[in-house]
């Protein structure tokens, strides 16, 4: 047993109380004696007295460790052991700290710190996992070389940086760049490598690797081909070089997230290296392409220069996933990249927004840290950031990058740091702006437009919304991109951004013949809601002639979800003329047919659920579920000549490519094929599973069976496959779950939950069935609560086991106060058995405390 004591009663940590720790940290050796049950951890750590921080007694943060040993310039100390740590007296001077603890990796469910997976030792330290492995002072602000020996009989030893020496049971590897403890990585198990190499632009040979199990090598040649594309678009791009010797990757099947960006050794989640066109879907590809690229863009966002506290953690995130949308737009298409991350921020940032889980991009306080790689940070802060770009333009913008990686490489950084670059750079003002940071909630943008005499104007009204934690919310400085359309369908006045820095603000345009229709917000150039009364007439201008391409799409789904939402009100009179609208576009073969499969696809039901709250009413999940049948089955009704068409047209023969054009093709057939189904009884998608000979297809004919209620032969015969592999056997549990029936969703999850292969403690299995069921709105808002209780009652199951992957999950729960007052009382009855779970960790109560006390 550990004997250091478990954590006290949770405490929230404020940015405000940020002081820096007391000592500089000039170098870490670490040696490993790995076992499962009693791994040995042998620090020796030179540390510095901190002319620059407040005088403290010297503590280490340390957590489930077992204390053999430790040493003060050689010289046995007892230090006093306290929950989460420890203290002890040093001398007034440098001094060298060496201590040796027991830890046990094989009972390590928590995924954090030093655990296995499937016989492998593998890390993962961010946020605060170092703890977990040694004591340390485990904050990103600490920064220092390591040097590591690994003793072990495994054949493949990891860590970070560069290896210096390997024989017999052991290996030795050095990182000379300083870095905080959340960066640390060691991997140890029996893998093989698929490897490649690369010459960077100064010449450096980088020699890169892939490590997964026996038997997946041959899954890892996108991973890789992705990687070398990353690594050169960052030197095009923002001049950025690789820095070490080797670059390492390891896949491994139990991880908590999607990846970890750890120095020269980056862990993955397998679902995000391990691809083939018989195993990994399109989607899947695109992700690994981003996840990859993401995680290698932060070796100089978030590795060579960090974040000073937690509180900063957009500092690395927004600019790292703005970062990889920017590369995938590159290898893709920008359109449709900004289209499917609108998608995204929507689907999961506007609903965290809007709920009691809303917090400022950076937050202010937490109680656990892991709680807050969120949506919000991540996809909103990117957003920040795309903002930043707008208002100095593009060579500002790359002035400030280079300032920015001038003046703070090596360095733990702050969002006022990162602000004030590109003031610098630009000579901007961006006081207001740094609301965004400090500010939560979706802003709603309400327009009103006239046009008189040659001159149209636009009053442009912001509202911040209040909050609990946001009394008095102030005005934005937002970037509202607008291009002007003349009635024929010319682009009169092409793209200009306006900035919108007041409450309200009215802007002119002279010196027009007609009235002109206004493309406002165009590409998305800020994350607001707007409001705008233009109706149905105008949106279908706009889908027909808009020539930005993201205003083009979202006129289509603003025309789509006011059509679902009379739907709602018993009202179909928009069903046909939305119908001609959608014939136009998807049979317009000068669009990209992955742009036309986006414009088919409707809102999701969650979505249109918040669409309705917002409108002031209460929105009741199986009514909008419906609504969609109804809508899908007229556009299959209506549109089958040219899906029929489309079908034929988009076939593409010959050897499956990942790439975005093929990609795109049969995405927009499957959408054509799920329409379809619903005429003709599922034929053509029986046929289309039959024919299929990748995973892109075997999905769209087995979902659009499923959708339709059928599909019981292809789910048996795709388990009879697929058993052997996990990461396609997620999908068959996520399928059945996610596209059940409402009425038997749950029933469904809770058969699944029974069967052998449902490995609840493995992260991903434990997303697709639990996921799935809070994929599919109807089925887990179902009026008998069954959902309720059954997602409950895994998170229960989970958290004391794994308390950040239940945590994260409980955000199904979010959304509680949109819905009737029955259904609020079944979700509160389940938040608040949640709560009373004894012992609950400190991830599930913070989030369960927060959803229930907003
Ligand atoms: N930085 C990691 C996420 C760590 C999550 C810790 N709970 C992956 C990423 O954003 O690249
Ligand atoms: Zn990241």
């Given at each position: 047993?550990p004997?250091?004591?478990?954590s006290?009663?949770?405490?929230t940590?404020?940015?405000?109380?940020?002081?820096?720790?007391?000592w500089?940290?000039?170098?870490?050796h670490?040696t490993?004696?790995?076992a499962p049950?009693?791994?040995?951890?042998t620090?020796k750590?030179?540390?510095?007295?901190n002319?620059?921080?407040p005088a403290?007694p010297?503590t280490?943060?340390?957590?489930?460790?077992?204390?053999i040993?430790?040493?003060?310039?050689g010289?046995?100390?007892?230090?006093?052991l306290h929950?989460?740590g420890?203290?002890?007296?040093?001398?007034?001077a440098?001094?060298i700290?060496e201590?040796?603890v027991?830890?046990?990796?094989?009972?390590n469910?928590a995924?954090e710190?030093?655990?296995?997976?499937n016989?492998m030792?593998?890390?993962?330290?961010?946020?605060?996992?170092?703890?977990?492995i040694?004591y340390?002072?485990?904050?990103?602000?600490?920064?220092?070389?390591?040097?590591?020996r690994?003793?072990s009989?495994?054949p493949?030893?990891l860590?970070n940086?560069?290896?210096?020496a390997?024989?017999?049971g052991?290996?030795?590897?050095?990182?000379?760049?300083?870095?905080?403890?959340?960066?640390f990585?060691?991997?140890a198990?029996?893998l093989?490598a698929?490897?490649?190499?690369?010459?960077?632009?100064?010449?450096?040979?980088?020699?890169?690797?892939?490590?997964?199990?026996?038997?997946?090598?041959?899954?890892?040649?996108?991973?890789?081909d992705?990687?070398?594309?990353?690594?050169i678009w960052?030197?095009?791009?923002?001049?950025?070089?690789?820095d070490?010797?080797?670059f390492?990757?390891?896949?491994?099947?139990?991880f908590?997230?999607?990846?970890?960006?750890?120095?020269g050794?980056?862990?993955?989640?397998?679902?995000?290296?391990?691809a083939s066109a018989e195993?990994?879907?399109?989607?899947?590809?695109?992700?690994?392409?981003?996840i990859?690229?993401?995680?290698?863009f932060?070796?100089?966002?978030?590795?060579?220069?960090?974040?000073?506290d937690?509180?900063?953690?957009?500092l690395?995130?927004?600019?790292?996933?703005?970062?990889d949308q920017?590369?995938?737009?590159?290898?893709?298409?920008h359109?449709?990249?900004?289209?499917e991350?609108?998608?995204?921020?929507?689907?999961?940032?506007?609903?965290?927004d809007?709920?009691?889980?809303a917090?400022?991009?950076?937050?202010d306080?937490?109680?656990?840290?892991?709680n807050?790689y969120?949506?919000?940070v991540?996809?909103?802060?990117?957003?920040?950031?795309?903002?930043?770009?707008?208002?100095?333009?593009?060579?500002?913008?790359r002035?400030?990058?280079?300032?920015?990686?001038?003046?703070?490489?090596?360095?733990?950084?702050t969002?006022e740091?990162?602000l004030k670059?590109?003031?610098?750079a630009?000579?901007?003002?961006?006081?207001?702006?740094?609301?965004?940071?400090?500010?939560?909630?979706?802003?709603?943008?309400?327009?009103?437009?006239?046009?008189n005499?040659?001159?149209?104007?636009?009053?442009?009204?912001?509202?911040?919304?209040?909050?609990k934690n946001?009394?008095?919310p102030q005005?934005?400085h937002?970037?509202?991109a607008?291009g002007?359309?003349?009635?024929?369908?010319?682009?009169?006045?092409?793209?200009?951004?306006?900035?919108?820095?007041?409450?309200?603000?009215?802007f002119?345009?002279?010196?027009?013949g007609?009235?002109?229709?206004?493309?406002?917000?165009r590409?998305?150039s800020?994350?607001?809601i707007?409001?705008?009364?233009?109706?149905?007439?105008q949106?279908?201008?706009?889908l027909a002639?808009?020539?930005?391409?993201?205003?083009k799409?979202e006129?289509?789904?603003?025309l789509?979800?006011?059509?679902?939402?009379?739907?709602?009100?018993?009202?179909?009179?928009?069903?046909?003329g939305?119908?001609?609208?959608?014939?136009?576009?998807?049979?317009?073969?000068?669009?990209?047919p992955?742009?036309?499969?986006l414009?088919?696809?409707?809102?999701?039901?969650?979505?249109?659920?918040?669409?309705?709250?917002?409108?002031?009413?209460?929105?009741?999940?199986?009514?909008?579920?419906d609504?969609?049948?109804?809508?899908r089955?007229?556009?299959?009704a209506?549109?089958?000549?040219?899906?029929?068409?489309?079908?034929?047209?988009?076939?593409?023969?010959?050897a499956?490519s990942?790439?975005a054009?093929?990609?795109g093709?049969r995405?927009?057939?499957g959408a054509?094929?799920g329409?379809?189904s619903?005429?003709?009884?599922?034929a053509?998608?029986?046929?289309?599973y039959d024919g299929?000979?990748?995973?892109?297809?075997?999905?769209a004919?087995?979902?659009?069976?499923?959708?339709?209620?059928q599909?019981?032969d292809?789910i048996?015969?795709?388990?009879?496959?697929?058993a052997?592999?996990?990461?396609?056997l997620?999908?068959?549990?996520?399928?059945q779950v996610?596209?059940?029936?409402?009425?038997?969703?749950a029933?469904i999850?809770?058969?699944l939950?029974?069967?052998?292969?449902f490995?609840?403690?493995?992260?991903?299995r434990?997303?697709s069935?639990?996921g799935?069921?809070?994929?599919n709105a109807a089925?887990?808002?179902a009026?008998d609560?069954?959902?309720?209780?059954f997602?409950?009652?895994?998170?229960m199951?989970?958290?004391?086991?794994?308390?950040?992957?239940?945590?994260?999950?409980?955000?199904?729960?979010e959304?509680?106060?949109?819905?009737?007052?029955?259904?609020?009382d079944l979700?509160?009855?389940?938040?608040?058995?949640?709560?009373?779970?004894?012992?609950?960790?400190?991830?599930?109560?913070?989030?369960?405390?927060?959803?229930?006390?907003?």
């Amino acid at each position: 047993m550990p004997d250091t004591p478990k954590s006290a009663a949770a405490e929230t940590i404020y940015l405000r109380d940020y002081t820096a720790f007391g000592w500089t940290v000039t170098s870490v050796h670490l040696t490993f004696d790995l076992a499962p049950n009693a791994t040995r951890v042998t620090t020796k750590i030179a540390f510095a007295p901190n002319p620059d921080a407040p005088a403290q007694p010297f503590t280490l943060m340390g957590e489930d460790l077992t204390l053999i040993s430790a040493r003060i310039d050689g010289v046995t100390v007892t230090p006093t052991l306290h929950p989460g740590g420890l203290t002890v007296d040093v001398p007034d001077a440098p001094f060298i700290w060496e201590a040796e603890v027991e830890i046990d990796p094989a009972s390590n469910t928590a995924l954090e710190g030093l655990y296995m997976s499937n016989g492998m030792y593998c890390t993962q330290c961010e946020a605060e996992g170092f703890r977990k492995i040694t004591y340390y002072p485990d904050r990103p602000d600490v920064m220092a070389p390591y040097s590591v020996r690994v003793n072990s009989d495994l054949p493949v030893l990891l860590s970070n940086g560069n290896p210096v020496a390997q024989g017999d049971g052991f290996a030795e590897w050095d990182d000379p760049w300083p870095k905080p403890s959340y960066l640390f990585a060691l991997v140890a198990g029996d893998l093989v490598a698929h490897s490649d190499r690369i010459t960077t632009m100064s010449g450096r040979e980088v020699a890169l690797n892939i490590w997964v199990r026996p038997g997946d090598e041959d899954k890892c040649a996108y991973a890789m081909d992705a990687l070398k594309r990353s690594m050169i678009w960052d030197e095009q791009v923002y001049g950025r070089e690789y820095d070490l010797d080797v670059f390492n990757i390891v896949a491994v099947d139990d991880f908590n997230m999607g990846a970890m960006e750890n120095k020269g050794l980056n862990i993955f989640n397998s679902k995000f290296v391990l691809a083939s066109a018989e195993t990994a879907t399109d989607a899947d590809f695109a992700r690994i392409e981003s996840i990859i690229a993401h995680e290698y863009f932060h070796n100089w966002t978030g590795n060579r220069i960090t974040c000073r506290d937690w509180f900063q953690l957009c500092l690395k995130e927004g600019l790292t996933v703005y970062r990889d949308q920017q590369f995938s737009g590159d290898m893709r298409s920008h359109a449709v990249q900004r289209i499917e991350d609108v998608l995204m921020l929507r689907a999961r940032q506007f609903r965290e927004d809007n709920g009691p889980l809303a917090h400022p991009v950076r937050p202010d306080h937490y109680v656990e840290i892991n709680n807050f790689y969120t949506a919000t940070v991540y996809e909103k802060g990117a957003e920040v950031i795309g903002m930043l770009r707008t208002l100095v333009g593009e060579d500002g913008y790359r002035d400030a990058l280079n300032l920015y990686f001038d003046r703070h490489d090596g360095d733990a950084s702050t969002i006022e740091d990162w602000l004030k670059v590109f003031e610098d750079a630009t000579g901007r003002d961006l006081g207001q702006f740094k609301r965004w940071y400090t500010q939560s909630g979706t802003p709603r943008l309400t327009l009103n437009e006239r046009f008189n005499d040659g001159t149209y104007e636009i009053d442009i009204k912001q509202e911040v919304p209040e909050t609990k934690n946001q009394a008095d919310p102030q005005p934005l400085h937002i970037p509202v991109a607008i291009g002007l359309l003349s009635p024929n369908g010319d682009e009169v006045v092409p793209t200009q951004i306006l900035e919108l820095t007041e409450t309200q603000q009215t802007f002119r345009f002279d010196g027009l013949g007609a009235a002109p229709v206004a493309s406002v917000l165009r590409n998305f150039s800020a994350p607001v809601i707007v409001n705008r009364a233009g109706g149905a007439d105008q949106n279908a201008f706009l889908l027909a002639h808009d020539t930005d391409p993201f205003n083009k799409w979202e006129a289509g789904r603003a025309l789509s979800k006011s059509v679902l939402l009379d739907l709602l009100n018993g009202d179909d009179a928009g069903v046909a003329g939305y119908v001609d609208a959608m014939a136009q576009v998807i049979t317009d073969d000068a669009l990209d047919p992955a742009f036309r499969a986006l414009t088919l696809g409707l809102p999701s039901e969650d979505d249109l659920a918040q669409s309705v709250f917002d409108g002031g009413c209460t929105p009741d999940p199986m009514a909008i579920y419906d609504a969609l049948g109804i809508l899908r089955g007229a556009m299959a009704a209506g549109l089958e000549t040219p899906l029929r068409a489309i079908y034929a047209e988009m076939h593409t023969p010959g050897a499956y490519s990942p790439d975005a054009g093929p990609a795109g093709r049969r995405a927009l057939r499957g959408a054509a094929l799920g329409l379809l189904s619903r005429i003709d009884g599922g034929a053509l998608a029986r046929a289309h599973y039959d024919g299929a000979d990748n995973m892109t297809d075997s999905l769209a004919a087995l979902s659009a069976l499923l959708r339709i209620g059928q599909g019981q032969d292809q789910i048996d015969a795709f388990y009879a496959k697929w058993a052997d592999d996990r990461l396609v056997l997620d999908k068959w549990f996520m399928m059945q779950v996610a596209l059940a029936p409402p009425e038997t969703a749950a029933k469904i999850a809770e058969n699944l939950s029974r069967h052998p292969a449902f490995d609840w403690k493995n992260p991903n299995r434990f997303r697709s069935l639990i996921g799935g069921l809070t994929s599919n709105a109807a089925g887990f808002h179902a009026a008998d609560g069954a959902g309720y209780r059954f997602v409950a009652e895994w998170l229960m199951r989970l958290d004391p086991k794994n308390p950040q992957t239940a945590a994260r999950m409980s955000t199904a729960f979010e959304t509680w106060r949109r819905y009737d007052a029955d259904r609020q009382d079944l979700i509160r009855e389940q938040l608040n058995r949640i709560a009373a779970m004894t012992p609950i960790s400190r991830d599930m109560g913070e989030m369960v405390g927060r959803m229930l006390n907003a």
